[in-house]
């Protein structure tokens, strides 16, 4: 009974994923997660060490 593994859906559309484009079901989604990725990148939770070391003086540019 092996051959029932659990296939994961696509995340965009909920189809079956594709052994070639996986986790996406085609690479259209592949590309439409890829999207999102780069319109949304502020969604992303992410370390907040850059947001710490807010006194960094850049070279040009004084925030005072
Ligand atoms: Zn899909």
Partial sequence: MSNDK????CPI???PTDERTKPF?????ADVDLHRWFSGRYA????ED??????????GEKPN
């Fill in 13 to 15: 559309c909920g189809k």
């Fill in 6 to 9: 659990p296939r994961k859906a």
């Fill in 44 to 47: 992303i939770p992410v370390t």
């Fill in 25 to 29: 079901c085609s690479k259209r989604c």
């Fill in 50 to 59: 850059e947001e710490e070391d807010g006194r960094r003086e850049e070279p």
